[in-house]
Structures are given as structure tokens and as C-alpha cells.
């Protein structure tokens, strides 16, 4: 199976803008990657501010 042939016959050229399009697939790849790591990572919640913390350390050492 070579992806170059069923490129060409789908949409009749292997470059886009005059880069190649392994280079165009791995940019869709890391986009996907930074998407998916940003949802991940906004959705979480903190545990515990970080202020706060040190003013309860400090109140249960008095």
C-alpha cells in the first residue's frame, strides 16, 4: 500500500503550498496533540491556592 499512489488518485498531487504532505499530516497531528493536552489540562481543578496554603501552614504551626 503506498499512501503517495492513493494520495494522487484522491486528490492528484503529494504537496500542498509546496511542502509535502507528510509535513501538513504532522502538523494536524500536533495540533490535535496540543488541543487535546489544553482541554485536559483547563478542565482540571487546582487543589489548593497556593496563598492559602501557606496561611493555613503558618496558622497550624501557631
Avoid: H
Avoid at 1 to 30: E, H, K, P, R
Avoid at 35 to 55: C, D, L, S, T, Y
Amino acid at each position: 500500500m503506498d499512501l503517495n499512489n492513493i494520495w494522487m488518485d484522491l486528490f492528484g498531487t503529494t504537496q500542498w503550498y509546496g511542502i509535502d504532505m507528510g509535513f501538513w499530516a504532522s502538523m494536524v497531528v500536533c495540533v490535535i496533540i496540543v488541543i487535546v493536552m489544553n482541554v485536559v489540562f483547563w478542565r482540571m481543578k487546582p487543589k489548593e491556592k497556593p496563598v492559602e496554603a501557606v496561611v493555613d501552614k503558618r496558622e497550624k504551626e501557631r
